[in-house]
């Protein structure tokens, strides 16, 4: 089983995957997989705290996934040796062998079930609007959006599958999509304009095979709705992929 969810913010937003909050998390196996879309707040400045939510990850029953926010320490991850998982490259952050980051602009084949596999898009990143209230390199990071290699690698990806995916995960949105996750009391400052990667999404999703396509699931907007028919961002729901 594949279940997917919002931000987690390090321990902040932990609550929702606990077992009051939701007991069929408890039913759950190794070979089943939990995926973070982003602002995963496991991997910061690898301090105890941080080892501290890690252990929690690496006790659950299941196997986590995530992509990468804005607010996570992507130099720490890029620093991670790489290892083949899932039909592409992963980091496996050390010593929790069961908390996997998957790597901007990788398809991956998630399994299922013991016989049957779905096919994933991961592109991670986005961009802080605010910048004068961190510090480079403790909470802040300049890696936050993706480099030319990984746009590059992304549509290589897709193009090599002639742009059919099962699923989309990312923590950003689609440019012309972000207008009804938008909240100006806590994201005006978004309301100036797209970027390079909103933009960048956008082409994707205008390539995609739609019928092919499952759902397109982000983070970032700390909100539950579809902004489009297949398009749906997470906070606090927690969503099984099917095949």
């Known amino acids: 089983m594949i279940y997917v969810t919002g931000d987690t913010h390090g321990s902040n937003h932990l609550g929702k995957l606990e ?120 909470d802040w990071w300049a890696r936050e959006l993706p480099s030319d290699e990984e746009y590059d690698r992304c549509s290589a990806s897709l193009g090599a599958r002639d742009w059919r995916v099962d699923y989309v995960v990312t923590h950003e949105l689609p440019a012309d999509l972000r207008m009804p996750a938008l909240d100006w009391r806590s994201y005006s400052s978004l309301l100036s304009g797209a970027d390079t990667l909103t933009n960048y999404l956008q082409w994707v999703y205008d390539r995609l095979d739609k019928e092919a396509l499952h759902c397109w699931y982000a983070g970032h907007y700390h909100k539950d709705l579809y902004v489009d028919e297949k398009v749906r961002v997470l906070f606090d729901d927690i969503v099984e992929l099917s095949a």
């Not at 995963?40 to 006790?59: M, N, P, Q, S, Y």
């Not at 010593?95 to 596999?117: A, F, K, N």
């Open 19 to 138: 077992g009051e909050q939701w007991p069929a998390g408890r039913g759950l196996k190794r070979d089943d997989l939990v995926l973070v879309c982003g602002d995963f707040g496991g991997v910061l400045r690898l301090e105890k705290r941080d080892r501290d939510i890690l252990d929690w990850w690496e006790a659950q029953p299941w196997t986590t996934l995530f992509i990468d926010g804005n607010h996570d320490n992507i130099d720490a991850l890029d620093a991670m040796p790489t290892e083949q998982r899932y039909g592409a490259p992963v980091h496996v952050v050390p010593e929790h062998p069961h908390v996997i980051h998957l790597m901007r602009g990788y398809v991956y084949e998630l399994p299922v079930s013991p016989d049957t596999t779905t096919s994933v898009l991961a592109m991670g990143g986005a961009a802080s609007r605010d910048l004068n209230s961190r510090t480079e390199g403790y």
